[in-house]
């Protein structure tokens, strides 16, 4: 047992370009961002008064400097561009696809699919669950492939 977790901590400390390991690093780091992001989206929404989407904008911007800085430390350990303004430009590109993928997914949800009368006033929050899990795939497939990856 003590092996085992031995190697779990190497696994989740050292710099690695395994994909399965930069998929778990993703998914912990992701984690803690969608944390972030929900209860940004919840707090504004809930307590300040702010319609769901203006306060998703603001979640999803807290979740983007999470992620990028968790991505550039921790998960990813190879780098496409040297330029990390040019890095963080093209994290912001995607991030910003993203966050319109968010938007839409999130008003159709939330308008169409988990509507108010069966799921209460608060399904805009089931929304952004499954929102968070479709563009958080996205994403992943985009940074890895345009941003953290070997230069060709």
Same mark, same amino acid.
């Given at each position: 047992m003590a092996v085992?977790? !031995?190697?779990l901590k190497v696994k989740l400390t050292?710099?690695?370009?395994n994909l399965f390991w !930069?998929?778990?690093r993703y998914g912990i780091s992701g984690g803690i961002a969608f944390v972030a992001d929900f209860v940004v989206l919840w707090l504004l929404t809930e307590f300040v008064g702010w319609h769901y989407l203006v306060s998703a904008v603001c979640g999803n911007l807290v979740g983007l400097i999470i992620t990028y800085l968790m991505s550039v430390v921790w998960v990813f350990d190879q780098r496409r561009l040297s330029n990390?303004?040019?890095?963080?430009?093209g994290f912001t590109l995607i991030a910003g696809l993203g966050m319109?993928?968010?938007e839409l997914f999130m008003y159709v949800f939330t308008e169409y699919v988990f509507?108010?009368?069966l799921f209460g006033p608060n399904n805009y929050l089931i929304s952004k669950l499954v929102t968070a899990f479709i563009v958080a795939c996205?994403?992943?497939?985009l940074k890895k492939t345009?941003?953290?990856s070997k230069k060709r």
């Open positions: 085992f977790i !031995q190697d050292s710099p690695t370009s !930069q998929i778990v990390h303004w040019a890095e963080f430009a319109g993928l968010t509507i108010e009368a996205v994403n992943f497939v345009f941003l953290f």
